[in-house]
């Protein structure tokens, strides 16, 4: 069989059976195939090259086909790939949990390793309900989080994404009922004034009797909007949480790992949260994983108090062969200039996607640290850009009304221009509509 012919019936086999993320089986917009990816590049089953905009949904900090994370995992491999985490225990799990303590916000001391970021959530929203209930308060079992705010696709993380996007009143009867604070509108950079946080302030004040935590992304909103807002807010929020006995949950599953410019988005505003997720690039992109940090004083308060437990404990939990690459992905990020190569990607990013700016119908262009996002005044014809990008040789894959880049830090400056020249060019041709 020739490699085309392979090729399609992939596709139409691909079509025929399997679901792909937020998919129709019907959908016009095309699919690839993907034979290897190496670096910066993805190689399609028909040969073609595509230079990686994505990193698979902000996971593949170091590229792909890393060879140091190729041998963690092959040498663990050998040893064992999977035991359970009931009443055993191994050491990739312990070196990753006691290097995931030494590097993310002071406070947070014990962790939670869980299987996927939505999974994570649950688990943070879980401990701040055991944690209310341990202090003998069962009344706090709700969660405030942001407008824009994406936490996840099963039902509790859900309950606290963007009502919109979300799709709350496809699911209304099934959804906790929880509480929305605006979107932030102070900009990175930018002080935040009272009124900024007067919503959230209201919505604390007549509902901390019943609110066990707040629950938001520092400083980048992704898939809710690709939105950035100011570090102060964030300041100011953890102090409003304090204030009103609720704990503050930090969804780093995105902005972990140095994309934001910051190792996590919470140093841009010096702030330790109570609950901390991670996720997404946490084994750099190689196997699925996340975790759940938590300070503790709440793995005591749950750990003292009846059931003393924490009620969770996912079967494929501490996966070794995912334990040793996420390890081996940290101290690869450590060992390397991941600041000066981010700080590097916003410079390329700001002068590259600038240009865009002339056409009508962009309304925004905002870069921070490795992200670079296009705002459209409407959203994109998905099969018309998807194909268009690939013709141009980039692997870009926009949502509604945002164009986004956030590329593997290891990108080269002639590789990133040439992802902010496809997008230029893809508007020029008129190519989004
Ligand atoms: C991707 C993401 C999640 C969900 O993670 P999954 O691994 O897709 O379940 C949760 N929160 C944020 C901020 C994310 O970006």
Known sequence: MSATTDTSSTLEDDREHIWHPYSSTHSDTPVFAVKSASGTHLTLENGKQLIDGMSSWWCAIHGYN??????????????????MFGGLTHKPAVELCKKLVEITPEKLETVFLADSGSVSVEIAMKMAVQYWQARKRPDKQKFISLRSGYHGDTLGAMSVCDPVTGMH??????LMKNYFAPSPTCAFGEPCLDEDLADLKALLGSHHGSVAALILEPVVQGAGGMKFYSADYLKQAKTLCEQYDVLLIADEIATGFGRSGKLFGCEHAGISPDIMCVGKSLTGGYMTLAATLCSREIS??????PPYAFMHGPTFMGNPLACSVALESIR??????????????ERWLKNGLEICKQFDDVSD??????????????????????????????WIRPF?????????????????????NAIFKVLNDGKHR
């Open 332 to 345: 690869l990020l450590q060992e390397s200039d991941w600041k000066n190569n981010v700080q590097q990607i």
């Open 169 to 174: 009143t496809l699911f209304s009867d099934m």
């Open 300 to 305: 005591d308060a749950i750990s003292n108090n």
């Open 400 to 420: 509604g009304k945002l164009i986004y880049i956030m590329p593997p830090y290891v990108i080269k400056e002639d590789e990133l221009n040439a992802l902010c």
């Open 66 to 83: 890393v060879p140091e994370l190729n041998h963690a995992i092959k040498q663990q491999l050998d040893s064992m790939a999977h035991v």
């Open 365 to 394: 262009i905002r870069v921070l640290g490795a992200i670079g996002v296009i705002e459209l005044k409407q959203a994109v014809n998905m099969p018309r850009i998807q194909q268009a990008f690939v013709d141009e040789g980039v």
